[in-house]
């Protein structure tokens, strides 16, 4: 580049010289030295030679070594300093005053005018956004500075995705970060960094920006579900799944994702025993040992409960031997009249269906004020009766086509995973 054009474009287009504001009018000027300062502001406002800039630059020179922190004499020097293309000390001076004065119009003006020449733009933008506060009487102020600020995000953007595309994720992180510094309520500068987290898996971050990304810029469906991933991410489904849920009442869910949750849930509560759950899902039938597991996994507040203590011998050997003791000692699953519990024998309808009515009144679930519903194959004298029909009324089981509950018939793993699934959703719809 050109010498010259270089330091064209680092420096500001000067006015005439007549109409400058004299610094006196932001500065406080000695009362000592005052006569000395006017003569030395006639002197700079009528120079028309080189010659005359010289004894200028005495005179402020004289002034400054009478009183060094002169702020008004300094402002001179950065004015000429302007006129004669010496942008880099012009702006040192001026910040010198600008640190004495943080509201020093004058400072802030030139600073500002010198930041974006120079392409500086969220300093220009910070500048002007300061001018404004301390002086109104520029009108096209507040033009730059919304010039300022679109220039500032849109190069630290492009530098930001750049970064990215390479790969260097800490470089684009610390350029989105000088973007929201300028713009903090622009909800799309925290929906770019939270993406950018979200590809480093730094789930915590990017759910911090992903909420202000709703606080500023209000609802919206993308969002919810970035958020739901960055929950279930974090482990914590059961906030995931509320807002999936909300997703799911405006009509917008998310399936994939719902099922991620769903996964992950069932990681949590099983662990490295998981293969036992997947065993369940496809069973054909449900063994009583099955059902226990169940229970206490998807109800971890049941071993809480009070219990009473039974005496069970068949257990010692089952994968699910604590389970089973937890719900025998509080009455969900009862053990047979020669205290065994037979683990592996298969369940029927109507034990299920006794073990989930039992189950809602142990976790206090909310009456579904269902009117009752005709059994065909359920007398309302059978002792199972009001069970039965506490679990229709839930929606936790239902009748085949001709209207009956099928009491001896055994239950699959899928429609087993389906009730408990859908009690878990009571239970939590009652604490929320």
């Known amino acids: 580049m050109n010498f010259i054009l270089f330091f064209l474009l680092q420096s500001i287009l000067m006015p005439p010289r007549i109409v400058l504001e004299n610094p006196a009018a932001v500065s406080e000027i000695p009362k000592n030295l005052k006569k000395d300062y006017d003569k030395a502001w006639t002197r700079f406002v009528t120079a028309a030679t080189a010659k005359e800039d010289i004894k200028v630059v005495q005179d402020l020179e004289k002034l400054l070594k009478k009183k060094r922190d002169f702020d008004a004499a300094l402002t001179i020097q950065a004015y000429l300093d302007l006129y004669q293309a010496r942008p880099f000390e012009a702006e040192r001076r001026l910040d010198l005053v600008l640190s004495r004065q943080p509201a020093n119009r004058l400072a802030l003006y030139y600073l500002a005018e010198l930041a974006y020449a120079r392409g500086e733009y969220a300093r220009a933008h910070g500048l002007y956004g300061r001018l404004i506060q301390v002086d109104r009487a520029r009108p096209e102020t507040e033009a730059k500075r919304q010039k300022a600020f679109l220039l500032a995000t849109e190069n630290l953007l492009q530098t930001a995705a750049a970064a990215e595309q390479e790969g260097r994720f800490a470089v684009a992180e610390n350029f989105y970060r000088q973007a929201l510094a300028i713009a903090p309520g622009e909800p799309t500068l925290h929906g770019q960094i939270a993406l950018l987290f979200a590809k480093q898996a730094k789930w915590e971050e990017a759910l911090v920006h992903l909420k202000s990304q709703l606080e500023f810029g209000g609802p919206d469906d993308q969002v919810h579900r970035r958020m739901a991933e960055a929950l279930m991410n974090l482990g914590r489904t059961e906030e995931a799944r509320d807002v999936l849920g909300r997703l799911r009442e405006s009509g917008r869910s998310d399936e994939e994702l719902d099922g991620k949750v769903s996964e ?98 142990l976790l206090s679930v909310p009456a579904s004020n269902v009117p009752p519903i005709p059994v065909s194959d359920l007398a309302q004298s059978n002792p199972v009766y009001l069970d039965v029909q506490l679990v229709l009324g839930y929606g936790l089981m239902g009748l085949d086509d001709a209207g009956r509950f099928n009491v001896n018939a055994r239950v699959n793993g899928a429609d087993t995973v389906r009730a408990i699934e859908k009690l878990l959703g009571l239970v939590r719809g009652k604490v929320a």
């Not at 997947?278 to 809480?304: D, G, H, K, N, W």
């Open 264 to 361: 992950l849930e069932d990681l949590g509560r099983w662990g490295n025993e998981i293969g036992y759950f997947r065993q369940i899902q496809t069973a054909t039938e449900i063994t009583r040992e099955q059902l226990s597991a169940m229970i206490v996994r998807y109800f971890p507040q049941v071993v809480e409960f009070r219990q009473t203590p039974q005496i069970v011998t068949d257990t010692q050997n089952s994968w699910a031997s604590s389970e089973i003791q937890a719900v025998v000692g509080v009455g969900l699953i009862a053990p047979l009249p020669n205290h065994t519990f037979r683990p592996s024998d298969s369940i029927t309808r109507t034990e299920l269906a006794t073990s989930l009515a039992r189950l809602t009144r």
